[in-house]
């Protein structure tokens, strides 16, 4: 009733399960691999992680589980961070695996993300409750939230909530940040010689949680086909009415990746990656500079229209603002009392300037008011700047009317400069999940399961070999602290696990370097359409270019 036609159908969607799961849980023997070590700041991470430092990897094979399904189990499960297409069903995935192992096994969700688990906001998810939301967007099922879990005081209250459920498994559903979170509250209950598992699921649309065992982040697949089918359908626009360039600045807070996807699927005039920017050490200027040698080329050819894609990072990667920004950072968490007492931004500005090197100061003067403004803005809860408040793409159409206006006085450009700006990001966290997200998020979430049902505590989920059909798919744990380093947080050095960013020496960026000139000049536009649940499986079942261009080798 109150449902789509589309929503009704996507109910009956049975995901497919990789081979080995086919009898259940049972049917599943754990496989130890080699003794890992942290990515870097080996000896650090060690000291920090006593008891879950060093685990083996872990492989599912076919066999016969050790595990004692015999014993009815409760696990809990948390949303964390950002939306990503497909947490439903990672959430149908465990509570698939846990009543299969034992219809007895039951399983909780927090409310609200890791906030619930403080408060002990929770509820069941039965197969009833299940049933409404299998293969659905958004996590509305249990919420999500961006609290950690990291004081003393904090890691004590999860404890005591989860011993007070009697949870036997904890599963925690986030990006990079939260399986961090994860990592921490894992070695913790093991210091307090709790019997809980701790276990991660990949979730993020930026796609920058990945390594040689995760392949990607689930959400990253459906969001990016959203964007693609968004900037397909502009490229058309921009290439009917041949007078606007377009500016679409594309979310992920970070890294590049959804950017250079989106790119790949709609291939547009100009694609800017934040990652290359860093490499270059590139200023603002430089930046403002190779847009403008773009437009003046396509307009002497006649062309005073086009598409460029913006990643949202963008702004971190230049090294100059990279370093103001870490310096707020600080100063914003040194004088936080000072500044909550503040009550106009200009005051507060004033305030921050004042704290920052002669360079930075001059610097932070010289941008536009409201970008100034929006570096002001409050961190989240992870001491991260909110990127996706900051508007890039009018810094760099503002700095570009003043550039072009130079070259005209100079009788370099003698076309037009009109631009619309767009921002795409929320609208792809929440979009049905892809056949893919689909399929990938319930091996995730069953893939959890068998790892709580294994007592594996430490890990995140795995699976891999993901441009091969589903029912291949291979399945595992890969120990949170082998993805670790240390790194500078809220002005402290910090346990974290690295993010993945774009490599400039991988195949996806060596694509879009080959490609890009030829991009520029022309009108090279594909138009991907939007996301099909039915149909050929060649169409609806592909995942990404960049894990093609990834695993081609
Ligand atoms: P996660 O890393 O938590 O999945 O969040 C990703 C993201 O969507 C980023 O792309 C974006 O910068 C940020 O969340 C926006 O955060 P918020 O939802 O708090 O506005």
Redesign the pocket.
């Known amino acids: 009733k109150n449902c789509s036609e589309l929503q009704a159908e996507r109910l009956n969607f049975k995901p497919t399960l990789p081979e080995m799961f086919k009898n259940g849980p049972a049917s599943v023997k754990v496989k130890l691999g080699k003794t890992t070590k942290s990515v870097a700041d080996q000896a650090t991470v060690k000291k920090m992680f006593p008891h879950t430092y060093g685990l083996p990897e872990i492989s599912f094979v076919k066999g016969k589980s050790s595990a004692d399904t015999k014993k009815a189990i409760k696990a809990a499960v948390v949303l964390s961070?950002?939306q990503?297409p497909g947490g439903h069903n990672v959430i149908a995935g465990i509570l698939d695996g846990l009543k299969k192992a034992n219809p007895k096994n039951r399983l909780f969700g927090f409310l609200k993300g890791p906030g619930g688990v403080l408060e002990n906001k929770l509820k069941e998810i039965t197969p009833t409750l299940m049933a409404q939301y299998r293969n659905t967007g958004g996590f509305d099922l249990i919420q999500s939230g961006?609290t950690k879990i990291e004081t003393p005081e904090q890691l004590g209250q999860a404890k005591e909530n989860i011993l007070k459920g009697k949870f036997d498994a904890f599963i925690v559903v986030?990006?990079d940040d939260?399986n961090t979170n994860a990592g921490v509250i894992a070695e913790y209950f093991k210091q307090e010689g709790m019997h809980t598992s701790v276990i991660g699921v990949p979730?993020?649309?930026?796609g920058d949680l990945k390594n040689e065992h995760i392949e990607t982040s689930f959400g990253f697949d459906t969001a990016t086909k959203i964007y693609s089918e968004l900037v397909g359908n502009i490229c058309r626009d921009v290439n009917s009415a041949q007078k606007y360039w377009h500016f679409v600045r594309l979310?992920?807070?970070s890294a590049s990746h959804i950017a250079l996807e989106v790119g790949f699927k709609t291939q547009p005039n100009i694609v800017l990656i934040g990652e290359e920017v860093l490499a270059k050490k590139m200023t603002l200027a430089q930046i403002i500079d190779y847009l403008a040698k773009t437009i003046v080329a396509r307009s002497a050819d006649g062309k005073n229209f086009g598409v460029a894609l913006v990643p949202?990072g963008l702004i971190e990667f230049i090294p100059e603002m990279k370093e103001l920004i870490s310096a707020l950072n600080d100063v914003l968490a040194d004088h936080e009392s000072a500044l909550e007492k503040m009550h106009t931004i200009e005051e507060k500005k004033e305030f921050v300037i004042s704290k920052l090197s002669p360079k930075l100061a001059k610097l932070m003067k010289s941008l536009p008011a409201g970008i100034a403004s929006q570096l002001m803005l409050d961190r989240?809860p992870h001491g991260n700047v909110?990127?996706?408040l900051i508007e890039t793409e009018k810094l760099l159409v503002e700095m570009l009317h003043h550039k072009l206006a130079e070259l005209r006085k100079a009788g370099k450009f003698k076309g037009k400069f009109s631009a619309i700006m767009h921002f795409f990001?929320y609208e792809g966290?929440c979009g049905i999940p892809s056949n893919f997200d689909a399929n990938y998020c319930y091996a995730l979430g069953y893939n959890a399961a068998v790892l709580a049902l294994n007592k594996c505590s430490g890990y995140l989920s795995s699976v891999k070999k993901l441009v091969k059909p589903a029912k291949n798919w291979e399945c595992g744990g890969i120990p949170l602290t082998m993805m670790m380093n240390i790194e500078r947080r809220k002005g402290k050095e910090k346990p974290v696990i690295k993010k993945a960013l774009v490599e400039l020496k991988g195949e996806p960026f060596k694509y879009l370097v080959k490609n890009r000139d030829n991009w520029a000049k022309t009108e090279s536009y594909i138009f991907p359409g939007p996301i099909q649940y039915f149909g050929p499986a060649h169409v609806t079942d592909m995942t990404t270019k960049t894990l093609q261009y990834e695993q081609a080798k």
């Open positions: 961070g950002g990503a961006r986030g990006g939260s979730k993020t649309i930026d979310m992920g807070r949202e989240d909110q990127v996706s990001g966290r």
